[in-house]
């Protein structure tokens, strides 16, 4: 993709299957939205193949996009309508909708049915953003840093619900415990280009980043832990005090990778 004579994505290779659900990575600028935008024929591509749902989507019709959800930062633009008005409005849309009650309900949303959007607290807003993404019966769901101002419960709650959903799902986010926590394999996208894609133990092994032993006499990083752990088992002639081995978690992993890529 270029947006001019600007190149912005240059290695983008990537296969989703159905029912994964995939994290797609990468700084400010990476070029994640502009993916997601040409995934949903909202965006010409200057060159390459796509097939979502086996269409082009330059190509797809409206059948093609009623198989589509999307959930976006969250609507402020009806603050006046009442949450299950608007709802059943967009879900008149789809062949085969979610029935209203039976979502809201499945959403906890069901007290706030005859309340105004304008009223919600950002969780219950985020909460209906999810049910006007997922009210047509999307095969593909893209969720747009789906809990970007949530409090901790709300997130919880918010990754409860997505884990419940048997869709295909292509999510973008900052927050690496959040991808770590929904995705199946993650993808991280480096100026324009995967420079992994994987699940979250694929990355760590990738990346290489290393892991932290401690025990009762000192801490380490090493890439090779239990080659220490047993030098360490050695020394002391039997089971070594206050052992600990941490492997890199994800955020260790992706950062290391950023800063390799940019080195
Ligand atoms: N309409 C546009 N015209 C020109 N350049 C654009 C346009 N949209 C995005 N870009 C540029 O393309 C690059 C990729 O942007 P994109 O929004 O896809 O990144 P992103 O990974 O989604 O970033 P963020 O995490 O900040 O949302 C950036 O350098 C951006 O400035």
Redesign the pocket.
């Given at each position: 993709m270029a947006?001019?004579k600007?190149e912005?994505l240059t290695g983008v290779d990537l296969r989703i299957s159905a029912g994964e659900t995939v994290a797609l990575l990468?700084?400010?600028?990476?070029?994640?939205?502009?993916?997601i935008e040409i995934m949903q024929g909202f965006r010409r591509r200057s060159a390459g193949d796509v097939t979502v749902l086996g269409t082009d989507p330059e190509k797809g019709d409206e059948t093609w996009r009623g198989r589509l959800g999307t959930v976006l930062q969250s609507w402020r633009d009806h603050p006046r309508w009442e949450v299950g008005t608007l709802l059943s409005q967009i879900a008149a849309h789809y062949p085969s909708p979610w029935d209203s009650d039976e979502l809201l309900a499945a959403l906890g949303l069901t007290a706030q049915a005859k309340v105004k959007i304008g009223m919600l607290s950002g969780g219950q807003r985020r909460r209906l953003d999810v049910a006007l993404g997922i009210v047509g019966r999307p095969e593909l769901l893209f969720l747009d840093e789906p809990t970007t101002g949530f409090d901790p419960e709300a997130r919880r709650e918010f990754h409860e619900l997505i884990r419940g959903l048997d869709t295909t799902i292509l999510l973008?986010t900052?927050d690496l415990a959040e991808a770590e926590r929904l995705a199946d394999r993650i993808a991280v996208?480096i100026d324009?280009r995967i420079a992994v894609y994987g699940t979250p133990e694929e990355l760590a092994r990738a990346v290489q980043a290393p892991s932290v032993v401690s025990w009762q006499d000192g801490s380490t990083e090493t890439h090779d832990p239990s080659q220490l752990a047993w030098e360490l088992h050695q020394k002391y002639g039997g089971p070594v005090p206050a052992l600990e081995i941490r492997r890199p978690t994800l955020e260790e992993s992706y950062l290391s990778l950023i800063e390799r890529s940019v080195a």
């Open positions: 947006y001019g600007r912005v990468g700084p400010n600028g990476a070029g994640k939205t502009t993916t973008t900052h996208l324009g």
